[in-house]
């Protein structure tokens, strides 16, 4: 069973590393009606985009397989990482096949993205999708419906074919049991991480963000299968939360560097929008006001999403305690407003529920992890002799 295991890595991966979106291309390929729809991070309704017979892309950046040149000329030095590497493959000509991207509403970094995206490829459809800041359905819900309803009609004037609701409850039922299969791996992490490490874990869940959702199924289970039947040696390291990656994501190199420094990653934020809505949604009544719903009722947390009722800090707390975390790495993007400005609220609602936690910043091309490695590992041990 190894070597399937291995091979299910080698499929994630193929997808992973490869700039060119071969299998978004191969998959266009199939036929003159087809499109490609990209959005950025975090949550995107990907359910209407699947009804309407596009392939939606989750576009997170190229790591530190590119050079940026032309990007760094189209954003300051004191932002993010993530948008000059997203502008730079742009311009490359990454993205020319597709027909529309989604900028989803999370800081003024997207927004800003959104604005140069229409100034520089003007045939693309481009959707600055607004979410709900009130949680009130007769406020924040007609909103929402409203934002749905503006992007399924730009969605069929692309494609030429109207979507009925059958199609819409259907692209439903596939993304709902994704979820559900993400959950089964995210509660099989939780209880054994040793035999699923993040380093793994995190290869099979972002392959997602551009296979098809019946072709991400597949995915999850065959690695499921393998995992389950030839389990990893059990290691001595401490339970992990990890926060403040829910946006750029950090190399795989540097969870490697966590995982080696003595840390389990047995909960986080990283691809957020993969697992954003927990559980079902319905697939009865009407599709557009259930997804809206599902928003509402929900959505996961983050410093991204604004919290109403629910405070953040609460839910962090409720998070560390079910997956039975010994502490919390605070691991944000450099330069991420809605991250770092979150942080000291956190970290002082730890404090008081006396959970230990670091943190550290990277960017998505950080290269070097030694000093890391150092910090998450006196991290451990110091969990390990004291706590």
């Given at each position: 069973m190894k070597h399937?295991?291995?091979?299910?890595?080698?499929?994630?991966?193929?997808?992973?590393?490869?700039?060119?979106?071969?299998?978004?291309?191969?998959?266009?390929?199939?036929?003159?009606?087809?499109?490609?729809?990209?959005?950025?991070?975090?949550?995107?309704?990907?359910?209407?985009?699947?009804?309407?017979?596009?392939?939606?892309?989750?576009?997170?950046?190229?790591?530190?397989?590119?050079?940026?040149?032309?990007?760094?000329?189209?954003?300051?030095?004191?932002?993010?990482?993530?948008?000059?590497?997203?502008?730079?493959?742009?311009?490359?000509?990454?993205?020319?096949?597709?027909?529309?991207?989604?900028f989803p509403a999370i800081?003024?970094?997207?927004?800003?993205?959104?604005?140069?995206?229409?100034?520089?490829?003007?045939?693309?459809y481009v959707k600055y999708l607004d979410y709900p800041q009130n949680f009130d359905p007769?406020?924040?819900?007609?909103?929402?419906?409203?934002?749905?309803?503006?992007?399924l009609e730009n969605l069929v004037r692309i494609s030429g074919r109207e979507v009925s609701d059958a199609e819409l409850h259907a692209a439903t039922a596939r993304y709902n049991e994704n979820r559900r299969l993400l959950d089964r791996l995210y509660d099989a992490r939780s209880r054994a991480p040793h035999n699923f490490p993040m380093s793994e874990v995190y290869r099979v869940v972002r392959a997602g963000s551009v296979l098809t959702v019946d072709d991400h199924n597949r995915l999850i289970l065959d690695y499921l299968a393998a995992a389950e039947a030839e389990p990893l040696p059990d290691q001595d390291r401490i339970r992990v939360y990890l926060v403040g990656a829910f946006c750029e994501q950090p190399p795989l190199g540097l969870l490697k560097t966590l995982e080696q420094a003595g840390c389990a990653l047995v909960g986080d934020d990283l691809l957020l929008g993969m697992r954003f809505i927990r559980g079902d949604v319905a697939t009865e009544g009407d599709p557009l006001d259930a997804l809206v719903a599902a928003y509402l009722t929900k959505c996961g947390w983050s410093s991204a999403v604004y919290?109403?009722?629910?405070?953040?800090?609460?839910?962090?707390?409720?998070?560390?305690?079910?997956?039975?975390?010994?502490?919390?790495?605070?691991?944000?993007?450099?330069?991420?407003?809605?991250?770092?400005?979150?942080?000291?609220?956190?970290?002082?609602?730890?404090?008081e529920e006396r959970v230990p936690y670091a943190s550290f910043q990277y960017s998505e091309n950080t290269g070097q992890f030694q000093v890391i490695r150092e910090q998450a590992g006196t991290f451990s041990d110091s969990i390990k002799l004291w706590e």
């Open positions: 399937q295991r291995l091979d299910a890595l080698a499929r994630a991966d193929r997808v992973l590393n490869d700039l060119s979106y071969g299998y978004v291309q191969d998959w266009l390929g199939r036929g003159a009606d087809r499109h490609a729809v990209g959005y950025l991070p975090i949550y995107a309704p990907r359910e209407i985009i699947a009804a309407a017979g596009m392939i939606p892309v989750g576009v997170f950046g190229a790591g530190d397989a590119l050079d940026i040149v032309k990007g760094d000329a189209y954003f300051q030095s004191y932002i993010c990482h993530i948008p000059r590497s997203v502008i730079e493959m742009a311009l490359d000509g990454r993205f020319a096949t597709f027909s529309a991207f989604i800081c003024d970094v997207i927004r800003n993205l959104s604005g140069m995206w229409q100034m520089n490829f003007p045939d693309q007769e406020v924040g819900g007609r909103f929402y419906r409203r934002e749905l309803e503006d992007l919290d109403g009722d629910n405070p953040r800090e609460d839910k962090l707390v409720e998070d560390v305690r079910a997956c039975k975390a010994d502490g919390v790495i605070f691991c944000c993007p450099s330069f991420c407003d809605p991250a770092l400005l979150d942080r000291p609220m956190l970290q002082k609602r730890l404090d």
